[in-house]
């Protein structure tokens, strides 16, 4: 019942909602604080508007925890290494239809 509540405040999108701020930065801080992979399963350019995705990784709480906050509705899209090698770049999709990018 949680998990159907917490994605029943987010895509409301009332953010004057007292639980609204806080129901949304939990669960970004799920989906981007981790060391988790994520495989795109088939072609991200087959018309689907969200492609299916399956996250892997070291410690199964933190794809547990990455596997939750896509099912409320923020989904951990990417990770990409920048040039300098020790910093990447998280891409976080939701609760809106927008990308948002974490350094």
């Not at 998990?3 to 004057?16: D, F, H, M, N, P």
């Not at 939990?26 to 995705?53: I, M, W, Y």
Request: aromatic share 4%; glycine share 8%; net charge negative.
């Amino acid at each position: 019942a949680g998990v159907l509540k917490a994605r029943e405040i987010l895509e409301s999108g009332q953010t004057e909602d007292r639980l609204f701020k806080s129901v949304l930065n939990l669960f970004t801080c799920l989906a981007v604080c981790h060391s988790v992979q994520v495989n795109v399963k088939g072609d991200r350019d087959d018309g689907k508007t969200e492609p299916e995705l399956s996250f892997s990784g070291m410690s199964p709480d933190e794809v547990a925890l990455v596997q939750i906050a896509d099912e409320v509705g923020i989904r951990f899209v990417s990770r990409v290494r920048k040039a300098a090698g020790n910093t990447s770049e998280v891409v976080l999709s939701g609760p809106s239809t927008s990308e948002r990018k974490f350094s």
